[in-house]
């Protein structure tokens, strides 16, 4: 058999996948949006509906340049949220074409999004029940 648990993703690049043993996972802080990839400044990609960020104000396309009076790029941003307490708001400018704009967004635990698999060491007693059920109906 194969077990399956869904749980937060430890970073921007956890796709989830096949583990040898479900571990404990610890909290995740998150505020719904995904930054490209292909650039050092934290430009905003995705901006998850219902999420913090998207009740904060950002949109796509936003250049995040400092969290907290601290300047940042993308890795720093995305450290800075990761290390944010949740429920405390974070102090966000970004600019938005070339308006400069201070948002509040407060974290949230991440949601259980990443699936993972894990293989069963032998069949459970269902599995069996079943097998030989099917076996006596022949």
Same mark, same amino acid.
């Given at each position: 058999g194969v077990a399956m648990r869904l +749980? =937060? /993703?430890r970073d921007a690049k956890d796709a989830g996948g096949v583990a040898d043993a479900f571990e404990a996972v610890a909290p995740v802080t998150d505020i719904g949006l995904r930054l490209q990839p292909d650039t050092t400044d934290a430009v905003v990609a995705v901006v998850l509906h219902e999420r913090p960020a998207q009740r904060g104000g950002l949109s796509a396309g936003d250049c995040i !340049?400092? !969290?907290?009076? @601290?300047?940042? $790029?993308? /890795?720093? *941003?995305?450290?800075? !949220?990761? +290390? /944010? *307490? !949740?429920?405390?708001?974070?102090r966000i400018h970004a600019f938005r074409r070339d308006e400069l704009?201070? @948002?509040s967004v407060v974290p949230? =635990?991440?949601p259980? $999004?990443?699936?993972? #698999?894990? @293989? #069963?060491d032998?069949?459970?007693d269902a599995i069996r +029940?079943? *097998?030989a059920w099917l076996g006596s109906a022949g």
């Open positions: +749980r =937060p /993703a !340049i400092a !969290i907290d009076g @601290l300047r940042t $790029d993308r /890795a720093g *941003a995305e450290e800075q !949220i990761r +290390r /944010a *307490a !949740i429920g405390e708001p974070l704009m201070e @948002l949230e =635990p991440a259980a $999004d990443t699936c993972e #698999l894990r @293989l #069963l032998g069949p459970s +029940r079943r *097998a």
